[in-house]
Every structure is written in C-alpha cells, then in structure tokens.
C-alpha cells in the first residue's frame, strides 16, 4: 500500500524508538519529568514563546488555548474550513462554551479589514469577541500557507482591540520549511501557537502549545482538568524531541513529492487539482470522471494507493517521511490504471 492519507500515519523512527526506550522518566505532574521538560524548553525557544507545554494531540492543544484565552458565551472568530471549527467534534461548543462565527477566506487567509468588521462592539445584545484564531498551514485550503504578512496585519487590529491570537499550527514547520523563513517569523505574530510533532515530523504522539508564561501555567491546569496530565510521559516526549530538533529540514523533501505527485495529476485526463500546491497536500476534484470521491477512493485502494474524501468529488493526498519518490511514480501509474477503467 502507498499510503497518501495523511502525514499523521508515519510510523516512529529507529531514532525515535531508541530514544523511547532509554528516555530518563519521572512523574510529569510532579514537574519531574526531564524528558518533557527538555522538550517543553527546546520548543519555547524554536518558537520564541517563554514557556510551552507538552500535550497528548493538536486537538487538545487548540482546545486548552481556546479554554485558557476565553470565557463560556465568547465569541471566536475564525476561517470557515477551520480544523477548530470543521474537524474538533464542536468540542469548542461542548468544552469552552464559546460560539464560533466564522470569516470566509482566501486560501485559507482572512481578508484583515473582513476580520476587523466582526469584531464585536462593547454592546450588552453582543457576546465579547473572546479570540481571534488562525491556521497555517491550512488544510483544507490544501496546505497553503498564509503569508507572514497576512498575519502581521491581523495581529495588528488584534491588538489594537485587545483580543488575543492563537495559531492553529499543526502544519507550522511546513510553513516555515516551504518559505525558507524562521517560525519565529510566523509566531512573532500571534500569542500562542499549537504545533504537532505527529504529523510531517513523524513522532508518535504529541504536540506543543506555547506562549506567555501565565498563559501556560492556565493552561497546564486545563490540561490536567481534560486528563491529560501524564505520567512518566518522556517516554513519548523523547522521540517527539528528535521530530522536533532532527526531522524539519527533511520536510521540503515532502513538498517536492507533492509537486511530482501534482504534476503528474494534472496530465491525467478527468482529473484536475485544485489547489496551488505549496506544501505536501494535494486536492483532486474527480468530476470529470462522473464519479464521487467515494467511488475513486475505493478503486484507488484496489490498486494499493490509499487517500481520503475531501467532499463530494474531493480526494486529499499527503506526501510524508513513509513515501518516497519511488512510491510516488507508483501511485501515479495505479491511479492512471484507475482513471482508464472510469473512461
Ligand atoms: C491534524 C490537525 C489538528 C489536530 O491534530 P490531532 O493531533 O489530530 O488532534 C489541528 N489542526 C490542523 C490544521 C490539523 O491538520
């Protein structure tokens, strides 16, 4: 199987299972841990915030920031096709107690003078405006990354009304990575920032949430309230501290699978990519084959290539560590195998 899922399916490296194994534990609640308290300071320093926390995914980091920055019956702004918004279960709903109004964006980038007019004025009919969230990459706009400048002037009117930013940033280091710019770059631009170590980086679990020390110390009490205070937990923190330090320069690799892998794509009659590729996401509409993602999916699998429904007539396909060039050219003579069969 050539697996094009996701970038969350790479399996653990020797580096990373070894240093799993010897990892020097404690007990994290304690603050004990030396694992995680190097990788907590490594990542702060990276990402130019004074403190940051270890959590157990992307979801829960986003969900503590939005819990730590807010108050039930705020209001949050952020992009329509937002993984807060379209991929967390409504947990912002169920856990924050916060109603979302979402901003329409352009490859995933909210227009700055849209985002000012939806913040709330001081009126006893209106719910505060509580946050203001952004995602880079975003993926449903297929990995696009949203310029350092869009964020600046967001970050600008953010503070100018005084309501805190947070950046969805489970993609950030492919941001950085496709730009050739420090993520200090993007994270100057925010507050806090949420960064997964599972996904391009390749560490079996784990993600960061960084930002003002008081802020994290909230936060960290948020993650103990959600269960997610862990244990002897350098176990997993570890190999995440080898994804963070030793796997970011290899991700162009990924972009440059997907710009192959895109080309290839587009020379396929009946299929047409719809997203500008910049990183390692790839959007493929199949209506020119009268058929649903459904349907084109499971034929894919058929032929040992493996990607995910993106809408109706909508395939994602992520290029990772686990994929090589190799594999690439193979899918694109299964999926062109695939394409003849729909003629
Ligand atoms: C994957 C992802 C998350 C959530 O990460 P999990 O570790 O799967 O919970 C959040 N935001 C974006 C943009 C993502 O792609």
């Known amino acids: 199987m050539i697996d094009l899922r996701?970038?969350?399916?790479?399996?653990?490296?020797?580096?990373?299972?070894?240093?799993?194994?010897?990892?020097?534990?404690?007990?994290?609640?304690?603050?004990?841990?030396?694992?995680?308290?190097?990788?907590?300071?490594?990542?702060?320093?990276?990402?130019?915030?004074?403190?940051?926390?270890?959590v157990t995914s992307g979801t829960q980091g986003n969900q503590i920031a939005v819990l730590t920055h807010c108050r039930p019956s705020n209001e949050i702004l952020l992009e329509e096709n937002s993984h807060i918004f379209y991929y967390e279960s409504g947990a912002v709903a169920a856990l924050a107690g916060v109603q979302t109004r979402t901003i329409a964006g352009n490859r995933g980038a909210i227009n700055p003078l849209d985002l000012e007019a939806y913040i709330r004025a001081d009126d006893q009919h209106f719910p505060e405006t509580g946050l203001i969230c952004l995602e880079n990459t975003h993926n449903r706009a297929g990995g696009a990354v949203i310029p350092?400048?869009?964020?600046?002037?967001i970050y600008e009117i953010a503070k100018r009304h005084q309501i805190p930013v947070h950046v969805d940033?489970?993609?950030?280091?492919?941001?950085?990575?496709?730009?050739?710019?420090?993520?200090?770059?993007?994270?100057?631009?925010?507050?806090?920032?949420?960064?997964?170590?599972?996904?391009?980086l390749g560490a079996p679990v784990g993600s960061i949430l960084a930002g003002p020390k008081d802020f994290i110390a909230n936060a960290?009490?948020?993650?103990?309230?959600?269960?997610?205070?862990?244990?002897?937990?350098?176990?997993?923190?570890?190999?995440?501290y080898i994804a963070l330090t030793e796997m970011r320069n290899r991700l162009t690799e990924d972009h440059n699978?997907?710009?192959?892998?895109?080309?290839?794509?587009?020379?396929?009659?009946?299929?047409?990519v719809v997203n500008e590729v910049e990183t390692n996401i790839v959007?493929?509409?199949?209506?020119?084959?009268?058929?649903?993602?459904?349907?084109?999916?499971?034929?894919?699998?058929?032929?040992?290539?493996?990607?995910?429904?993106?809408?109706?007539?909508?395939?994602?396909?992520?290029?990772?560590?686990?994929v090589s060039k190799d594999d690439i050219l193979k899918a694109l003579s299964g999926i062109n195998l695939v394409v003849s069969s729909f003629k």
């Not at 631009?189 to 391009?200: A, H, I, P, R, W």
């Not at 895109?262 to 009946?270: K, V």
């Not at 999916?297 to 058929?302: A, E, H, I, M, N």
Request: contains cysteine; proline residues 2%.
């Open 6 to 54: 996701s970038d969350t399916i790479t399996k653990p490296t020797e580096a990373m299972r070894k240093a799993a194994y010897e990892a020097e534990v404690g007990d994290d609640v304690y603050g004990e841990d030396p694992s995680v308290k190097k990788l907590e300071e490594t990542a702060a320093a990276l990402l130019g915030k004074d403190d940051a926390l270890f």
């Open 148 to 153: 350092v400048e869009n964020m600046a002037a």
């Open 169 to 200: 940033g489970a993609r950030l280091f492919n941001a950085a990575a496709a730009t050739n710019r420090p993520l200090t770059d993007f994270t100057e631009q925010c507050d806090t920032v949420q960064v997964c170590l599972s996904k391009g």
């Open 220 to 240: 960290r009490k948020w993650r103990k309230r959600l269960g997610g205070g862990l244990r002897q937990v350098g176990i997993i923190a570890a190999p995440a």
């Open 257 to 272: 699978h997907a710009k192959i892998f895109a080309e290839g794509m587009g020379n396929i009659t009946g299929l047409k």
């Open 283 to 322: 959007v493929v509409d199949v209506s020119g084959l009268n058929t649903t993602s459904d349907e084109f999916v499971d034929q894919l699998r058929q032929v040992g290539v493996q990607a995910v429904t993106f809408g109706r007539t909508l395939v994602r396909f992520t290029t990772h560590f686990d």
